[in-house]
Structures are given as structure tokens and as C-alpha cells.
């Protein structure tokens, strides 16, 4: 027994010491450190760790991205240490969620030098408090060519039985992209037609995720589930570009595409406003702007920069739609609850 | 007479040194920070206000979701129960080769991320899945059976996830249960339909009970799987605190729900308990009853051959799925060790912050601490809690709280009252977080055991000189020591596995492996993720092996 109490009590205590000597290592000091707050995937698609070194070397300071999870949980840590800012600009913000950091005024108004690459209609803000750096985007049906033979062009042509079943979606009650198709629908139907159009389109659904990973990955690729998912409009070229293969094709419904774009706000209470106005000119030149399109899988908003091959399987839609961001705001909560009533009765 | 007060008065006083320990824990890193949470809920323009809290009751949607919670952790307690039941008689009764593997696997659920569960079942049992293919083959059906995406999809990931929890707590107890009552009444002339029932199960009631509970509670709070599962139709309340926390940044309204939430499986908790004092508690006779080869008896073989075939599908083949999908490449779908290769490079170090191998110690750090914390503190609130007192419930329930309160609620909290400390700079707020769900888990555990210890031997220990302290070392942990492992093992898994606190208040230099899963995932780099799913899956089960090896010299008092 007492052998036993020795091994266990010996096993944490090695564990422990193993812990505590690693973080005893010192933390190199530089002259200036940019905190930046992202979304995770942001980190994960590699987009810092390919431009981070040429911004770190020019101005000689050191570019730290931090993230806490998927960009609404990082923008409540935003909110929440709104008192005492820890981080120096925000990478990230969405159509979405523009509105609500707009009421908790948490960015510094900037319009970067270079601003002129912003084609004018894509300047959501114009008071400059959040640059878009990406964009536009649209969410697209993503079909597999090999089960689908005549993919649906638009909203009503999802409504056809033929597709019966064959539509894989992501719950807009815990997933952005499936936010997203619900905004989509209210901005072609209007915030009186969408729950028609959702009861109509009960039959095609093959089955709502709580997030786009399993939608996507486990359902739509690994078992083949349903032929269709709700994506992004480069994820063909995503395919091409990781396995040459085109049997994942995208269509845009002709009511237009959902505009997404992406941007950057300088948080309010910084303590590096020089260099912060500076990584927002950064991330508008050239050099930041050619990484994003086989890092992000988004189009880059400075529209000199020359796309990668793969990109030509992307699919762009002819015209965008979009709901005006403080409306969104105001009444998603209950356009949601709207759905979610008649998602759920039987 | 005086000195019978006089031992009163030491008696509790030695309690509440006992319980000032836990209790300090669990004021600072609990009850301070969901108080700050909480009270935002109930602000409004700087007036008092419980509008947020009648929003609640106006809503339907909320109360449909309440209900169809209770009867999805009622139902899926219940069938686990009764699935568990059998896999604990047969490993507290019966020695076969294999028993430790066996036992550790099961519980290897326990610490997967569900989303990778998700991906186990949906390949398994999907609508193109791989029983469904093979039915379709056999019997020429035409179309799938709708098995995975229904209310009993949702029962049957549940036993696969809690399946562990009853097998354990009920195997422990029954383990140390004398064969002397069983004796007794069969020479009494009861049958063994009679002793299972009027001798067995009363006295394993508290384990029971102990077990229901924790699955109740586990399935309460369920959340991934609810909605992998059951598609937008099921909700339980952890969805709408997920929907006003992260898309909404709602706060106020967030909090109300989690409070809501808080105080409903608090009722149901002290309930409980309330219920379970109906019970007599006699001193049992602990012991260890003699094992018998599985071999010997042709009825118990062929039935418990028949119970592994359906363990091994629910529970184990869905272990097996994950396992060899990190052996395929994504999108190609061909045989690659490219996988793991990669997590063994730096290549993704930018990802985990630091080398993804360097997650898996940073996980065993926070488990074994995790282990340490919450085994110490339980021990102290099981003694200060021993015996019969008036308010011994309620305080129960307040040590209880911790497992009712959402992970993503917690984290918030911490965010909002430790900001600008160390504390949230520190990577020891992990650790922290981990014994706060832990902790529960490990109370439950070792409570019934402490309870049913017959004094009668401390007392003899004493009277022979040993020091109280000297008693608890040579004695005391070996009687309990059944549940000291549980509790350990459950500790440590919960740590482990926990994914929703660590992943908002860990630094980059403290990334655990589940954290790191999901980073990988959102990258799309699915591989990767498969690859680290299944190493998390290796080396939790080398550890409940571990573990468990601590089980083995136990010597029969």
C-alpha cells in the first residue's frame, strides 16, 4: 500500500516538476511588442506565421497573435477587459458582429495611408474604426460532382425534390457559417418570408451540425453523408490546391452572393497606436495581402494582387447581398428564436 | 457527560479545519467569481432587475428545452445504469486475461473531444455508415436505417461516453463488498433472485445512486453531442447559454441562463441526496470477495461473451474508427503515416504554440495535478462531511455545484474577476479550473466509502497505539482505496479531456491536447487533428492503465 501512495505521489510530483521548469524559462524581452486578438482558425490557417517576420524585421518589434477560440468568444474577451485593454489591435471582425463592437466602442477610427486599395463600394465603415483586409466573400453550396450530377442554382431551385434530403447544414445557434445562411435567407426573403422559406426547405435538409467542422470534415468529406454542404465560395479551390482533385464544386444561387468581409480595429486604450496604424498599412501592401489567399481561402481586398492557379475553381458571385449591420445587430436574436421555433416543431 | 461534550467540541472542530481548506478553494476560484458573473444578470442600467430572469419563464423555447433535458439525463442515466450494471458485477466478480485492458479502454471516452466521438459514430452508424452498409448488404434493404441521428442516437453516445462512471463506482463497491451477506441469506434459503434484490442491490445502493447521479448530471449539461446527434430538432439549455455568450455577447442574459441551469440540478442534486439518506447506512463489512475464473461457469461465459459483443460495438468501436481514420489521409482517403509524422515535427508548432508533442506533457502536468488537487480535497470534505449532522445535505450541494455549472461559464467568471492578476497569466488557472469539475466527481466517489468504513477497526488501530495520523496512512486509504483509484482516474480524465475552459484561458505556452485538436481542425488540417486524437486516446489509456496497476496488491483485511 504504502509502495502504491510512493508511486502515485512520485508520478504527480514528476509531472509537476517537468511543468513548473518549463515555465521557469525567462521571457526574452524586445523593444516592442504588437498583441494582436484573433479567432483561432485565423492562427491555424497560417496567415501570421507567414507575414509575421517581415512586419517583425522592418520595425524591429515582435508581433504576438493571441486567441481564445472562435472570433465571438475572443471578441467577448475584448468586451470583458474592456477597462484594462491587453491587446493592441483586432484581427478578425465580421459583418455579423461589426455592429456590436461598434456599441461597446472599442476601436480607435484609422484610415490607413494605403487606403486607396480598398475598392470604394467594400468601405463598410465609414468612419475608418475597422479596415476590411479580406474580401468579398460569399458562402456557396459546396456539391460533390461524383453523387450530384445538376447542382441547384438558387434558393428555389433548393425547394425541388429531386435534392430531397442531399443538404448537410451547419446550426446557426453555435456556428458562424450557419449564422451566416440564416442572415443569407432573411436578406433574399425579408425578415417576413424567411420561415416560409425554411419550411419549404425542411424536406432537402439532410441534417443540421452544431459546428462547420463536423458538417464539413465528418459528414460532407469522411462519410459522405449528403452531396451538399454550406461553405465558402475558394473551398474548390482548397481541394485543388491539397489533393488536384475537382469533384468538389461551388454554386453561388443566383439571389446573390452573402457578402463577408473581413476586418482589423485598433483597440481602444492601446499603448502602441504608432505601430498598431502601422501593421493595418501592412496588412493592406502587397506583401500580407498575397498570402491570403492560400492561408485564409478568402479573396484579398487589395485587388492588385495576383490569385494562385488554383484559384480560377473558385467561384465568385456576380452580386452580393447583405443586411444592414445594425439591423443585424437589433434583431438576430429574434429572427433566431423565430427559427428555432419552427426548426423544432414536428 | 462532560466529557462526552468535550469530544463534540473536538469532533467539530476538527471538521471545520478539515472543510476550512476546500472550502477557502472553493470560495476564491468558485463561488467569488460566478457571484461576479451571476450579478450581471440581475443589473440593469445600474438598477436591480430580474426582467432577465422572467425572460426565461416567458419564453417557451426555454422551458420545451428544460424539459426535454430532464428526460434525455433522465433516460440516458438510466440506460446506462443498466448497460454499466453487468460490465461492473463481471469485473468485481469474475478474473479473465485481458480484465485491466478491457477496463481501461472503456473508459477511454471519456477524455475524447466530441467532435471526434461525433466522427466514431457517424462513420459507424450514419446513414452511410459502416452498420448501416453491412445491413444494407446482408438484407438487401433499399434504403439506410435511420440509426445515429434520433432521440436514440442521443442515449446511445451517451452510454458510450458515461458507460465508464458505472462500471467503476459500482465495481469498486461491489468489489469491496463481503461475500458474508450473500452467504448468510443463501443459507437462509433465499435464491439468488432474492439476494440480488433484497441483499445486493440495497447494499450497493449508494454506489448506485452515486453513479445515477453523476451520469444525470453529465447528460444535464450535455451539449456537442445533443446537437451532433439530434440535429437542430433537441436543445438543452447549454445550447442557449453557448448562443447568448458567443454569438450574441449577451452576457446578462447568458448569466441568467446559467444560473437558471445551476439552481435546477442543484434541486435535483439535494433531491437526491435527500432521497439517498433514506437509506439506512449500517457499517458494512468491507472486504474483498474472491474472484472466480469467468470460465468456470458455461451460463456466465456465454452471457458475458454476449455482453462484450455489444460493449465492443457501442463502446470500443467507435474508439477503433477514430483510431484508424488518423491512419488515413484526408480527402485521398489512403493509408499514410503522414499524419503522425507531422505531429512529431515543429512544422505545426505556430499552431500549438509550442511543439505539439510538448501538449501532451503540458496535459499530464495539469492531469496529475488536477489528480493531486481534487483527491486531497476530497478526502478532507468526505471526513469533515462523515456521519449524520443537520445542514450535511446543503453543504454536500454546495461541493456539489461546480459539475452543474457550464465550463464556458466558468471561464468568463474567471476572466471577469481574476483580470489583471497573475492568476490569468499564470498557467496554474488550468489545473485550477480542472479540479473545480473534478472535484465533484471525486466527493461522490469516496463519500459512500468513508461513510460505510466501520469505525470499529480505527478504533482498534487507536486503541493500539497508532496515531490518528498513522491510522489514515496504514488503514484508511487502504480500506477506501477502491474509490481513491476511481476518483483518481476520473480526475485525471476529466482534466484530460476538458476543452471549454482550458481553450479561453490558456496561453499559448500551456496548450493541452484537446485544445490543440481543435486548433488543428479549424486550420482544416484534419489529419493532424485525427493524428492527435488518437495519441490523446493512447496515452490516457496507458495512464488509466497505470493507474489502475495501482489497484493490484491489495491485501484482504
Known sequence: MKKAIILLVTFVLMLTSVGCNKKATPVKTTPETLTIYTYDSFVSYG????????????????????????????LNRLILEKKNPQADLFVGLNMNNLQKAFNEDLFIPYRPKNYTVIPEQYRIDKQWRVIPFDGPNSLAIIYDSEQLKNPPHSFEDLLKPEYKG???????RTSSPGMGFLLWTIAVYGENGYIDYWKKLKPTIYHIYPNWTSAFDTAFVKSKEAPMVISYDADPAYFYHENKTTRYKAVIPKEGGWLQEEFVGIVKGTKHKKLAEEYVDFMLSNDFQKEIPLHQWTFPINKSVKLP?????????????????????????????????MITEE | MNNYKNNFAKLMSERLLELSIPVAFLVIFFYFPLFNITKTAFISHSHFTLSNFLQIFKSAYTLKVLSFTFKEAFISALFTLLIGFPGAYIISHYNFKGKAFFVSLTTVPFVLPSVLVALGFIILFGNNGIVNNVLMYLFHLSHPLHLLYSFTGIILVHTFYNFPIVVRIIGADWEGLSDEYRFAAESLGANSFTVFFKVTVPLLLPAIIASFSLVFIFCFLSFVIILVIGGARFATIEVSIYTYYNMFSDFKMGSALALFQAIFSLLFMYLYLWSGNMIKKSAL????????????????????IIYFLFVTLIIIAPIVVIFISAF??????????????????????????????????????????????????????????????????????????????????????????????????????????HTLIALPFAVRTMLPMIETMPPSYIFAAESLGLSRTRTFFTLDLNLIRPALIVSAIFSFAISMGEFGATYMLCKSSSTTMPVALYRFLSGRHFGIADASGALLAVVSFVAFIFIDKLRKEVKII
Open chain 1, 47 to 74: 496567415l501570421p506565421e507567414a507575414t509575421n517576420s517581415l512586419f517583425e524585421k522592418k520595425y524591429n518589434c515582435k508581433v504576438v497573435y493571441k486567441t481564445f477560440g472562435g472570433v465571438g468568444a475572443t
Open chain 2, 328 to 433: 488515413i489521409a484526408p480527402l485521398s482517403n489512403n493509408f499514410t503515416l503522414s499524419n503522425f509524422a507531422a505531429l512529431f515535427s515543429n512544422k505545426y508548432s505556430y499552431i500549438t504554440g509550442v511543439s505539439p508533442i510538448h501538449t501532451i506533457l503540458n496535459s499530464f502536468t495539469f492531469a496529475g495535478l488536477t489528480v493531486l488537487f481534487s483527491t486531497m480535497f476530497a478526502l478532507l470534505i468526505a471526513y469533515g462531511l462523515k456521519g449524520k449532522f443537520i445542514g450535511k445535505n446543503v453543504f454536500l450541494t454546495l461541493f456539489m455545484l461546480p459539475l452543474a455549472v457550464s465550463p464556458i461559464t466558468i471561464a468568463l467568471s474567471y476572466i471577469i474577476s481574476f483580470q489583471g492578476t497573475f492568476i490569468l497569466n499564470y498557467w496554474i488557472v488550468i489545473p485550477i479550473a
Open chain 2, 285 to 304: 463489512k468491507r472486504g474483498i470477495a474472491k474472484k472466480q475464473n469467468i470460465t468456470s461457469n458455461k451460463r456466465t461465459l456465454s452471457l458475458s
Open chain 1, 166 to 172: 442531399k443538404l448537410i447544414l451547419e446550426d446557426p
Open chain 1, 309 to 341: 492557379e488554383c484559384f480560377k475553381y473558385a467561384v465568385k458571385a456576380d452580386k452580393y447581398i447583405s443586411l444592414p449591420p445594425d439591423e443585424i445587430a437589433e434583431k438576430s436574436k429574434t429572427w433566431l428564436e423565430k427559427w428555432v421555433e
